[in-house]
Structure formats: structure tokens, C-alpha cells
């Protein structure tokens, strides 16, 4: 392996969810495989939470870009790309790892503008652009990769499906993309299976009634409001059942009013942002989620670590996972009526939940931060070797 090899993170935001515990996880452990690892992101912090707590926790040297925000604003933009540049030939990387759409385009050009000749990198934590986007919305978002997606020598996607919804739209062609599938540190969540009384007596819950909870952020993405319709269609057939929404975010303001709209105030527990997710999802009897696009969601495998059956639209890499025999359920998006009766077969059906959990350690192997890293340490050997004029193969 060529000495001193060295990666960049670019992320647009530090924010808490998938894609930002991918980054820190994969500038961490990466360091112990003999790679040094930085990372840049903008300075925003949003509703849901930030991770910037973890970065310094886990020792990552972090570098904040001013102007690298999340919104198209086209003088920050090209401030952000000045300043990109700048940080890239200051560290003289040997590989930029860019991640989320902002950071994508920005990353790869000042990379190029650099002088440096850094290999690059581009994550895919799912597309930005789904169907329920206006038409000159998606447009701009898949012209925008399209463009960039060239300047990368390397685009790795977290699940096939984000594999073939690239190539659908353009962007790229099947035999172009790796997967890497975004890894969990499972063990917290395996260690904590069971403890069903006192997950609940944190959320003072009775020990006995059914609860169906989710982790999400309150943004339009994740469909929060389906999720109240799921709650109200259930609570009607269950008057006892509980339900858990944790998280935070811009909609944190129109959910609590339609939960109090829709006379479910006694019923629906808003936790805000929580950093022991662990301790609390033993709590649930089915994790529920409403998205309307996703990557591979990171809390289907800490509900399914803790214990606990899925069901799920059908987003992303959801269907690698839950197979209706397996795991869990799958319903299509948008789809409150399907949801319900999904979640009220697992909560009133004797025995179901253990028989869809029968093989679940096996199922979650390959999606670990274990294997995460040691299939980026693959990759990123691989670049710096063609980097420093070596003969490989393709990665």
C-alpha cells in the first residue's frame, strides 16, 4: 500500500441520521486499518441534531467549509467551492470521500481545482429526488448529478436499489457504482434485547400495552403524517396501543398539532432527539417507517438488532431485508390502510413477531461497521495504488 495515504469526508452537514453516522464511522474506524482520515462539513445545525459532539468524541480532526450549506444558494456555493479547494490543497489528500448531494458536486470540483490529483470518492445515501417531488425539482436534482457524476473516479451506493434507481434516471450505469452497504455497531442494540419493562418505564409506558414506535427525522422525507394516519387506524382497533416518534425536526411543530388534532395526544409520545436510541427500542413491539424515499434505513437495523419486526414502505434498500416471511413487512408508499393492517397482523398475531426475528443475526451480517470499513479499506488500497501508478485491477 503506498505510504501516507490519507481521506477526506465532504458532507454538506454534520446532522444526526444515516448518512452523517456512515461518515463518522467510516473516518473512525478507518484509522486502525493505517489510513489517516479527516473531515470537512458545513457549519449548520439543524432541528433533528447534529453529530459534532461525536466527532470530537471520537477523535476526528474536523475542518468546517462556512459557505458549504444545504440550500442551493449560488454565492455560497461558489464561496464553498473556494474554500473546498483551498482545505484540498492545503492537506494534500490522497483520496476525497464525498457524501449527500451538495458536498457530491462541490467535492469532486474542487478536487479537480485542486491541482492535487486527489482519487475520488462519492457516497450514494440514497437520491435526493423522489416521486412525490414537482417535476422541475427532480430535474434540477438529477441534472446536477448527472453533470457531476463523472468527476468521480469512484460511486459507491449503500444498496442496490440506489444502484438501479441511478441508472433508471441517467445518472451513471449499473457496472459503474459499488455497494457498500452503510454499516451499524450493533453490538449496544444486541445487548439490550428483552429489557422490554425498562425500555418502557424510560418512556413511561405501561409494561404491558402494545406499542408501535419509529426514529426519524420530523422532515417531509421520512412522511411523519403518514405515520399519525397508521396511529389513528390502529389506535381505533387497539384503543390500548402506544405510540413513540423520536426524533426532531422542521415538522416537529405540524405533527404535535395534528396529534392534537387528531385526539391522540394520550397516545403518541414525542421524545425529541435522544442519543440512547438503544435503551429505547426494546420498548417497541413494531417499528414503523413512513418514508417516501430513503438509502438504507439506518434505524430498520437497530430496530431489527434490538429485536424488533419492521414494516416499512417500500423505499430503498428495505426490501433487502424484510420479505413478508422475514424481518418484517413492506407496503407501498403512501399507503396508511396497508401500513395498519401490516402492523396489526404482527401486534395480534400469537408467535408472528418471533418467526419473522427466527433468522435475523444471520440477515444483519453483512450490513455491520465492521464490514462497512473493511470494504472501504478495500476500495480506498485499491485507488491510492492506481493513484500512485500502480498496475490493478478495477474496484
Known sequence: MPEEVSILHVLTKLAVGGAGMNTLLSCRDIRDKGFRSELVTGPEKPPEGDYFHLAEQYGIRTTICPHLVW???????????????????????????????????????????????????????????????????????????????????????????????????????????????????????????????EARAELGLPADCPVVGTVARLAPVKDPMTFLEVASRIHARLPECRFVMVGDGPMRSEVERRVNASGLSHAVILTGNRTDVCRLLPAFDVFLITSVSEGLPRGMLEALASGVPVVSTDVGGVSELLTGTANGMICPVGDPDCLAVRVLEILMTPGLSESLLENVDRDLEPFSAERMVSDLRELYMVLAKQRAGLQTGPP
Open 71 to 197: 440550500r442551493i444558494s449560488p454565492i455560497h456555493d461558489i464561496l464553498a467551492l473556494y474554500e473546498l479547494t483551498n482545505i484540498i490543497k492545503k492537506g494534500g489528500y490522497t483520496i476525497v470521500h464525498t457524501h449527500g448531494s451538495k458536498a457530491r458536486l462541490l467535492g469532486r470540483a474542487a478536487a479537480r481545482l485542486s491541482g492535487c490529483s486527489p482519487m475520488v470518492v462519492q457516497t450514494f445515501h440514497g437520491w435526493p429526488f423522489d416521486s412525490q417531488m414537482s417535476f422541475l425539482r427532480q430535474a434540477a436534482y438529477t441534472t446536477m448529478e448527472r453533470v457531476g457524476f463523472r468527476l468521480a473516479h469512484q460511486s459507491v451506493a449503500v444498496t442496490p436499489e440506489d444502484v438501479f434507481k441511478g441508472a433508471v434516471w441517467g445518472i451513471g450505469k449499473p457496472g459503474s457504482y459499488t455497494v457498500i452497504r452503510s454499516g451499524v455497531e450493533f453490538e449496544p442494540f444486541f445487548s439490550r434485547r428483552g429489557r422490554v419493562i
